[in-house]
């Protein structure tokens, strides 16, 4: 699980690498006056090939350790309410607008009962707000990337926007990713340590 989310923060800062690379290339063009038939090719126009595979493990392993750490946690603590069933561990990430807060309930609620009632929401609430900020810049990010590739060639000010939002991206989404490898590392340890004092396992 740690191995898929290090994958995705070191994708995202290759892809920030690159998309400055591929700038520094648009903005010539556009000073040059070409249009994008005659624009160098970048390594960055194939880096997007990269992100379904990373995408699809990242989901899969994901979601089975979530499924797995909310059955511990089921009994490790039976008597700790969760506000899904263990199914919506898996739905909760793949429809829309849904997902803009059932995971963030499915892990919450999963950290409660394993941690403890009295544990602070605040590490589960960081993870999220940056979740939910990253998306938000990085669909901006597309956008203004989809408005400097018009059929008449790159435009010299959107190209420059573009290393705000890709930068922006990067930084919200590595620290996405380091808070939760957080979460990740807090609720094993702590189911780990449970089961060992139960007598569980040896």
Same mark, same amino acid.
């Given at each position: 699980? +740690?191995?898929?989310?290090? $994958?995705? &923060?070191?994708?995202?800062?290759?892809? &920030?690498?690159?998309?400055? +690379? *591929?700038?520094?290339?648009?903005?010539?063009?556009?000073?040059? @006056?070409?249009?994008? @038939? +005659?624009?160098?090719?970048?390594?960055?126009?194939?880096?997007?090939?990269?992100?379904?595979? %990373?995408? %699809?493990?990242?989901?899969?392993? /994901? &979601? =089975?350790?979530?499924? #797995?750490? =909310? =059955?511990?946690?089921?009994?490790?603590?039976?008597?700790?309410? !969760?506000? !899904?069933?263990?199914?919506?561990?898996?739905? $909760?990430?793949?429809?829309?607008?849904?997902?803009?807060?059932?995971?963030?309930?499915?892990?919450?609620?999963? =950290?409660?009962?394993?941690? @403890?009632?009295?544990?602070?929401?605040?590490?589960?609430?960081?993870?999220?707000?940056?979740?939910?900020?990253?998306?938000?810049?990085?669909?901006?990010?597309?956008?203004?990337?989809?408005? %400097?590739?018009?059929?008449?060639?790159?435009?010299?000010?959107?190209?420059? $926007?573009?290393?705000?939002?890709?930068?922006?991206?990067?930084?919200?989404?590595?620290? &996405?990713?380091?808070?939760?490898?957080?979460?990740?590392?807090?609720?094993?340890?702590?189911?780990? *340590? #449970?089961?060992?004092?139960? /007598?569980?396992?040896?």
């Amino acid at each position: 699980m +740690q191995g898929i989310a290090v $994958a995705w &923060c070191l994708l995202l800062l290759v892809d &920030c690498v690159a998309a400055f +690379q *591929a700038s520094d290339v648009w903005r010539d063009a556009a000073t040059s @006056g070409l249009a994008w @038939g +005659q624009v160098e090719v970048t390594p960055y126009d194939s880096i997007g090939y990269f992100y379904l595979p %990373v995408q %699809v493990a990242a989901f899969l392993v /994901g &979601c =089975r350790w979530l499924y #797995r750490s =909310r =059955r511990l946690a089921d009994v490790l603590s039976p008597s700790s309410r !969760h506000t !899904h069933r263990p199914s919506r561990v898996w739905l $909760a990430w793949a429809f829309p607008v849904i997902n803009l807060w059932f995971p963030y309930q499915v892990v919450r609620d999963i =950290r409660r009962a394993t941690v @403890g009632p009295a544990a602070t929401t605040a590490p589960v609430q960081l993870w999220w707000l940056l979740w939910l900020v990253w998306i938000a810049v990085d669909v901006a990010a597309y956008l203004v990337l989809d408005a %400097v590739t018009p059929a008449i060639g790159p435009d010299a000010t959107l190209v420059t $926007a573009v290393r705000w939002f890709v930068t922006g991206s990067t930084v919200l989404g590595v620290a &996405c990713g380091a808070v939760w490898l957080r979460l990740i590392d807090e609720i094993t340890s702590a189911q780990r *340590a #449970r089961l060992t004092t139960s /007598g569980e396992v040896s």
